[in-house]
């Protein structure tokens, strides 16, 4: 935190300065929507791992990536491209759910190296689901969620693409309606426009 400058705006918040890793880099922006009044993040952090660490090479990084994203069993991706640049990961391929982008992205994250990811996972559903019944189950799994009330987030659908917006409490309800929409078969990207009330 020393090395953190932080600017508050109206409820938007900048973050400035350098962290240690990438994963601290996200858990920063994390734990900053979790603060009361927050509306929203700039993360503006550059990752400058400690003089004392041995960073791998982009090679290197490029194996433990490819091995790391085979060896994950709710991970398959097909056509797999990954380009490392000094410490900037770029994805490129296939999944066929949207949350199996999103975990990807996690497990990369956790290679030492790594200042940036670049997610161009692509999306192909490996079945057709037609948007009505997507936006059918994005509702339902919203009713079975405690930490939100589905008739506070309204839910569009079109070719896969889901679009969240409305009015919630509290970041735990947008998280927890971003999850429900995430986790849905058929989804291919979620763009979260619920607003958190307060």
Not at 32 to 47: D, K, M
Request: proline share 4%; glycine share 6%.
């Amino acid at each position: 935190a020393s090395k953190l400058t932080v600017e508050v705006s109206n409820g938007t918040v900048t973050l400035h300065g350098e962290v240690p890793t990438y994963l601290s880099h996200t858990a920063a922006y994390n734990d900053t929507l979790g603060i009361v009044g927050v509306v929203s993040v700039r993360n503006q952090l550059s990752v400058r791992y400690p003089s004392g660490i041995s960073v791998p090479t982009d090679e290197q990084m490029e194996t433990e990536i490819r091995r790391r994203l085979d060896w994950n069993p709710d991970i398959n991706v097909l056509d797999l491209e990954i380009e490392v640049d000094a410490g900037e990961v770029t994805l490129r391929g296939t999944v066929d759910a949207y949350w199996k982008k999103i975990h990807a992205e996690d497990l990369v994250a956790l290679e030492p190296g790594v200042v940036f990811i670049n997610n161009h996972l692509a999306i192909v559903p490996s079945r057709d689901i037609i948007d009505q019944d997507i936006a059918n189950d994005i509702v339902r799994s919203l009713e079975a969620r405690s930490a939100v009330f589905a008739e506070d987030v309204n839910v569009r659908v079109r070719d896969g693409h889901v679009v969240l917006t409305g009015t919630v409490p509290s970041w735990t309800a947008r998280w927890a309606a971003y999850d429900a929409a995430k986790y849905t078969a058929g989804v291919v990207d979620v763009d979260n426009r619920l607003l958190v009330s307060g």
